[in-house]
């Protein structure tokens, strides 16, 4: 039952990994992909009169933001005004979106950010999505 329930999903995975994807649970909904990249994934969906465009990006901490943030760029560009909407876990932190500190991958995201004019979404006082876990004396 679980199985046939998630093959009615349309699911749409970035190219050659399985680190992020967009995933459609509703069947009304008729999305076309626009491109799937190494590090970004995008669609289309007609909503209203004027269509809007989804992507989802992720970056692990460990390869440079910069092909990340030149796949977003190329995306971005290809669209003629249309109304898009990020989700991305770029591993880069910033006071902007809560974190105590600034790394130069926040620092080169929120440039990224501002020269698009992209506004963020988050809320700085939101808890992280995830926490590494730190292991103390006397806890088991």
């Keep these: 039952m679980l199985c046939s329930f998630f093959q009615s999903w349309t699911v749409f995975p970035l190219q050659n990994q399985k680190k992020s994807a967009i995933t459609i649970v509703n069947k009304n909904f008729k999305p076309s992909i ?3 990249k190494k590090y970004a994934v995008a669609f289309k ?8 465009t989804f992507i989802s990006a992720y970056n692990s901490p460990y390869p440079n933001i910069q092909e990340t943030l030149q796949e977003l760029q190329e995306i971005i560009t290809s669209l003629r005004d249309e109304s898009i909407i ?3 876990d770029l591993n880069g932190h910033h006071t902007m979106w809560g974190y ?7 620092d080169r995201i929120l440039k990224f950010l ?3 004019n992209l506004f963020i979404a988050n809320s700085p006082d939101a808890p992280p999505t995830f926490e ?9």
């Design 34 to 36: 626009i491109v799937s």
């Design 45 to 52: 969906l007609q909503t209203g009169q004027n269509p809007a």
């Design 86 to 88: 990020i989700g991305a």
């Design 100 to 106: 105590r500190a600034i790394n130069s991958r926040g």
């Design 114 to 116: 501002l020269a698009k």
């Design 132 to 140: 590494r876990g730190i292991f103390k004396e006397g806890q088991t």
